[in-house]
């Protein structure tokens, strides 16, 4: 069964610039959250998706958006990027609704310059 | 409110034992999770414990919880080198899929 697979793992986007990140669930889970880790705030929920409505989002700005495919796969995009937004960028998958266990993948690598 | 503290960083030998430790502030955290991060990678989950469990093992991993205290530990029996890495703490609540991690914890193995 594959895991968690997120893409592209690394890259390097210009302040002012969007980014879209990508995340594949594994086979059969309904539920995306997007995470951002970074050496000075650590692990922080951005959102949450499952059957493609986002039911739950942290503390960040509207420059950060989400979505959900019907085929559970989802995408996160930053707009006019900053400096702060370098970090790295964790999906978990999740089977259904109710909390359970929650599988990441190896996370995209953000580096805005 | 939500907030998950652990120690920075623990240091033992090889062979001997570890306790990760971690205090949380909700009281309504129904999932607790030890997930476990090496260099340059994602977020592997280890273990995790229901709220209304007291102790689970599973194999060299005990996790214990105290829930009157909030305080949930991680022991790593007969600790590794390839255990080298870093440990985070995280709760949720049973209806919504957010974690909340703890600061994490380096641990650090000596040969």
């Known amino acids: 069964k594959a895991g968690v697979t997120q893409t592209p793992r690394y890259l390097i986007k210009t302040r002012g610039q969007q980014v879209t990140l990508s995340c594949s669930p594994i086979s059969g889970h309904r539920s995306v959250s997007w995470y951002q880790q970074t050496p000075g705030q650590g692990l922080q929920f951005l959102f949450e998706y499952f059957s493609e409505t986002q039911r739950n989002k942290g503390n960040f700005p509207g420059r950060f958006s989400g979505r959900q495919f019907s085929n559970s796969r989802s995408e996160m995009n930053v707009s006019t990027l900053e400096l702060g937004d370098s970090a790295l960028y964790l999906c978990?998958?999740?089977?259904?609704?109710?909390?359970?266990?929650?599988?990441f993948g190896q996370g995209t690598r953000l580096t805005v310059v | 409110g939500e907030d998950v503290e652990q120690s920075l960083f623990l240091s033992v030998r090889e062979g001997d034992s570890s306790v990760i430790n971690c205090t949380y502030t909700?009281?309504?955290?129904?999932?607790l999770y030890w997930y476990k991060q090496e260099p340059g990678a994602g977020l592997q989950l280890l273990t995790y414990?229901?709220?209304?469990?007291d102790m689970k093992q599973d194999q060299r991993l005990t996790v214990l919880l105290n829930k009157k205290d909030k305080h949930l530990s991680l022991r790593i029996a007969d600790t590794q080198t390839g255990d080298s890495a870093i440990y985070f703490c995280?709760?949720?609540?049973?209806?919504?899929?957010?974690?909340?991690f703890g600061t994490g914890t380096k641990l650090q193995v000596i040969p």
């Open positions: 978990a998958s999740s089977p259904g609704p109710a909390n359970t266990e929650a599988f």
């Open positions: 909700d009281s309504s955290s129904t999932y």
């Open positions: 414990i229901f709220s209304n469990m």
């Open positions: 995280a709760e949720t609540l049973e209806r919504y899929q957010k974690v909340t």
